[in-house]
Every structure is written in C-alpha cells, then in structure tokens.
C-alpha cells in the first residue's frame, strides 16, 4: 500500500530564505506527482504537477523535484513571504488508477 | 475557473442525526471524490463515484453512504452521525483524459461538528 510522508510537519522560517519542502513515498509505481497549499479552514489548491517522467516542474518562485526511483520529491520556495505561510501537502496518483494518496502536509510560516 | 461549491462550510449536528452534506461542480467532470481530513492523519478518500449512479468505496467508507443522481451533485452521507465523524469534508471533482489522472479540483470544505 502506497504511503507518503511529509518531514518536518511544521516549519518556521524567515521572511525572504529561500525553503525547501521534503515528501517521499514507498511506491515509485505513479503516474504523477502534485504539490498542493491549503489555507487556514479552507480547501486545497494545486500548486505544480510532475509527470513520472518529468524531472522538475516551475511556477514562479516554486520548483518541484521528483526522483521516481528513490521515491522522493522536494518543492523548492524562492525567497518566501509572509503569504506563503500555509499548508503544503503532497500527493501521488499510481499508475492506471484516478485516485490521489496524500501525505499529511508540512505547515508553513514565514515569520515577518 | 472549475468551481466546486459545498453546501455548507460550518455544521453543527447531534449524535444520531442523519446528515447530507452536498457539493457540485460545474465542469461536466466525470469524477467525483469525498475525503475527510483530520490533524495528523490527513486527507482519506471515504468514496468515489466515476459516473452517474456509480460508486466506488475508498479507504474509510464505513458509517458513511453517497449518492450520484445527477452529474454535477454529489451527496455525502452520514445515516447516523456519531462523534467520531467530526471533521472536515472536502469534495473534489475531476475530468478524465490523457495526462489528466490526479488532477482534481476541491471545493472549499465542510467543518462538521457531532456532538
């Protein structure tokens, strides 16, 4: 059974570091990768989606790494603002299957 | 823009009432998803439904039912709510297609409290 872990579950960095987000998973057998933020109460929002055959994925200050064969990925942050304070899930799609396996997030807050 | 919508963002329910909790889309997807979120655990798939009137147990079906009438609803249901149940629903919806697998729009949320 696919599982995803996220590490560390809270993070509070510095208003304009640069930050990097770690998901890893026990199945590399995926279709793709998402990144998602989730706002206080609120539902989720697609950040970046990897194919399994991609590499990298960039959206502004974001960049998402996917390494299939160890089962990892990182979401990289560019010097972070006080509007990046949210939460980070990741999640995975296996291959020929519509659902998502979510890991339990990283909450982030960048401190003014 | 895809929009999800919930029928409700806040609800308070008594132990042992029977609760329907509702969502839409209105893209014309094909798919359509509840989850339970909870602190520590996070999102679970309760059900899924891939057309009309077709349903699909996901990880944590039991004590909950759904219901697919109609392409664009899809109903969450709790026949007897109990304290456990507490937590936040999120719907999502999704259209299928090459390259498309995964790709799910969420609405924003029901925070259901049993009491």
């Known amino acids: 059974k696919q599982e995803v872990t996220q590490i560390p579950a809270a993070l509070s960095v510095p208003e304009g570091e640069n930050l990097v987000l770690n998901c890893s998973f026990t199945?590399?057998?995926?279709?793709?990768l998402q990144w998602f933020r989730q706002d206080p109460g609120k539902g989720l929002t697609s950040l970046l989606l990897?194919?399994?055959?991609?590499r990298e994925q960039t959206s502004g200050r974001l960049n998402a790494s996917l390494d299939k064969s160890s089962g990892r990925s990182t979401l990289y942050i560019a010097a972070s603002q006080p509007g990046d304070s949210a939460t980070y899930l990741c999640?995975?799609?296996?291959?020929?299957?519509?659902?998502?396996?979510f890991g339990t997030g990283t909450r982030l807050t960048i401190i003014p | 823009d895809v929009k999800v919508t919930q029928s409700s963002r806040y609800l308070v329910k008594r132990t042992g009432e029977k609760v329907f909790l509702e969502c839409v889309q209105d893209?014309?997807?094909?798919?359509m998803f509840w989850y339970r979120q909870d602190p520590g655990l996070g999102l679970r798939l309760i059900y899924f439904?891939?057309?009309?009137?077709?349903?699909e147990k996901g990880d944590i079906p039991e004590g909950y039912s759904v219901s697919r009438e109609k392409k664009e609803r899809f109903s969450l249901i709790l026949e007897s709510a109990s304290t456990n149940q507490t937590s936040m629903y999120l719907c999502?919806?999704?259209?299928?297609?090459?390259?498309?697998?995964?790709?799910?729009?969420f609405g924003p949320g029901t925070r259901l409290l049993v009491l």
């Open positions: 999640a995975v799609t296996p291959s020929g299957n519509e659902k998502l396996t």
């Open positions: 439904s891939y057309d009309v009137k077709m349903k």
């Open positions: 893209m014309d997807h094909e798919n």
């Open positions: 199945d590399s057998a995926i279709y793709n």
């Open positions: 990897i194919q399994s055959s991609q």
């Open positions: 999502a919806s999704s259209p299928i297609g090459p390259g498309l697998a995964g790709v799910q729009y």
